[in-house]
């Protein structure tokens, strides 16, 4: 019932800008956190940004000063602002939440189906 749902991605050039979003639909008792993780060719899949109640975000060291994560909670959304992209953020990223849906007891995580960011000359 609980659905991920993510936007924005695309191919931008070195330096540019991409705002990703993602929305979590179904009905949702709460929301613990929302975040962003990414997933290289290779590579494990890392955090990126999280955002967590009650708590500051948190970035990987890697994008600090880049990217800016931001949640609406009226609407079950979150965002990741990426500015100053550079090749090495090529991936898929893959929203993820933390929440307790409306007809269960406990909180589960939820992922979203992925967007591609590629950042190339």
């Known amino acids: 019932q609980v659905q991920l749902v993510e936007s924005g991605g695309g191919l931008v050039q070195p330096g540019g800008s991409l705002r990703l979003s993602c929305v979590a639909s179904?009905?949702?008792?709460?929301?613990?956190?929302m975040g962003w993780h990414r997933q290289a060719p290779g590579k494990e899949r890392e955090l990126v940004a999280i955002?967590?109640?009650?708590?500051?975000?948190v970035y990987v060291d890697s994008v600090k000063g880049r990217f800016t994560i931001s949640r609406d909670n009226a609407k079950n959304t979150v965002s990741l602002q990426m500015n100053s992209l550079k090749p090495e953020d090529t991936a898929v990223y893959y929203c993820?939440?933390?929440?307790?849906?409306?007809?269960?007891?406990?909180?589960?995580?939820?992922w979203g189906q992925g967007t591609q960011v590629t950042v190339s000359s």
């Open positions: 955002m967590t109640s009650g708590r500051s975000p």
């Open positions: 179904g009905k949702i008792r709460s929301i613990n956190a």
């Open positions: 993820n939440a933390l929440l307790t849906p409306y007809y269960n007891s406990g909180a589960r995580n939820y």
